[in-house]
């Protein structure tokens, strides 16, 4: 039995963070970072059956025809994900009367609809990246007892040889979306690496009044190549849900609107109509995949 400190249940028997009871959580789940795009993805619904809110997570679940997802907030960074991640697999794989894991778990669909930066010049803003990998360099995976897999540590070591990165004070570790899941994601979004990075100013390489430690981090990763790989972008989300979702044993596809162009230094000029593209373009096709 899970402990009441480490397996948090409300009095309405909703999950501590999210605010979520069981019963309302669909086996398709799109992760927003921003609670205000909850409702903007979910107003493509045809009908909405539950809508929650507790903090930053904001969860809508309904239908789209006879298809059930739900829409759920995750705020900004790894950190989140680790809550949002942790609590959607409670949700469906342990049961909170017995509180001990179900005898034959779930896997969820897990499709994170967010933005991101291009680190490739010919990758221009507006346009839409599906993430084969996510390289880490945050420390969340670390917490976990997680094994690579061949073609993983194939990419991982390639990255620290080009970078130097390996090692104090940043463990980079690598994780890989599902291939089933991309596969259906493929005309209208490009394929590439997707680098997860702790914070948005120095960990992204941009400099405002404090100087950087790694100053050339931009161009070392717009340069990394590993076989038939490069990256593409980078955020602060993907190889979390990358990493925790393959041991948990759902499957995930991480999906970002490019917003600013780190190599051409250039920002959309309509943020809000390119990620409303995304969002309509992504959900076609979630719902038609069985």
């Known amino acids: 039995m899970i402990g009441n400190s480490e397996l948090i249940i409300t009095p309405s028997g909703c999950i501590y963070h999210l605010d979520v009871h069981p019963d309302e959580i669909a086996d398709t789940v799109i992760t927003v970072g921003d609670p205000g795009r909850v409702p903007e993805v979910s107003k493509y619904f045809d009908r909405i059956e539950h809508r929650k809110a507790h903090r930053e997570f904001v969860t809508h679940t309904g239908y789209i025809g006879s298809k059930r997802l739900s829409v759920v907030s995750s705020g900004i960074g790894p950190d989140n994900i680790d809550i949002t991640l942790n609590e959607l697999d ?135 190549r590993s076989g038939m790989h490069r990256i593409t972008n980078f955020e602060m989300e993907t190889s979390a849900i990358y990493g925790l979702g393959k041991l948990m044993g759902h499957h995930c596809l991480s999906i970002n609107t490019i917003v600013a162009n780190r190599q051409a230094r250039t920002f959309s000029e309509n943020a809000p109509g390119a990620i409303d593209h995304m969002i309509r373009k992504s959900l076609e096709i979630l719902a038609g995949i069985a």
């Open 90 to 224: 409670t949700l469906v794989n342990i049961d909170f009367t017995t509180r001990t894991p179900k005898e034959h778990p779930r896997s969820l669909t897990i499709i994170r609809m967010g933005t991101s930066g291009s680190l490739q010049e010919d990758l221009p803003v507006d346009s839409l990246v599906a993430s084969t990998f996510g390289i880490g360099l945050d420390n969340l995976l670390h917490y976990y007892r997680f094994e690579n897999n061949a073609e993983e540590a194939y990419v991982l070591n390639d990255f620290q040889n080009h970078t130097l990165l390996g090692g104090n004070p940043i463990q980079p570790y690598v994780a890989e979306g599902s291939v089933r899941l991309l596969n259906h994601f493929s005309e209208g979004y490009t394929h590439g690496i997707t680098v997860t990075c702790p914070g948005f100013y120095a960990p992204q390489g941009r400099r405002l009044r404090l100087p950087l430690a790694f100053p050339n981090l931009v161009d070392t990763l717009s340069t990394f």
